[in-house]
């Protein structure tokens, strides 16, 4: 949905997307020169998605929405991370959390995380980055029966 990608992948004229679905977005990415393509976007999520921030989603919804962008976020109450997973809903112990990790897309297409400081871009700078942002508290993920039947 952001124009610098979609322009790095297919070129200045090539074909773009007529929508965008986001499952479990984590949100976190912000671009110094902020650019999206302007097709709606559909953000979806699990409430009981410990690894996912429905406050930076929402933020993330505004400021798509600035754009023009037109966004429907979508939080499924009971649902945990990757809800159609064949395998049972379950807490995750000890499972990587990177919701606090901030990633700012520089206009030198560079990723930098954002509470560190440190580019993401390169293997030494991201063991870092995510050393510094992430959490090994665990969260829950799986299929979750009753969303998957709501939704057909």
Known sequence: ???PVATGILGIDGPRFSAYASFYAGCSLDFEDFEVEGSPVLIMMGKADESMSIERCEWFKDKLEQFGVEVEMSVYDGAGHGWEQPYPQAFVPEAAITKD???LWTENNEVIEQNSGYSVDKPWGAFL???????????TMGLNEALKNSLG
């Open 101 to 103: 990790c901030l990633m």
């Open 1 to 3: 949905m952001f124009e």
């Open 129 to 139: 980055a995510f050393s510094n942002c992430s959490t090994r508290d665990g969260y």
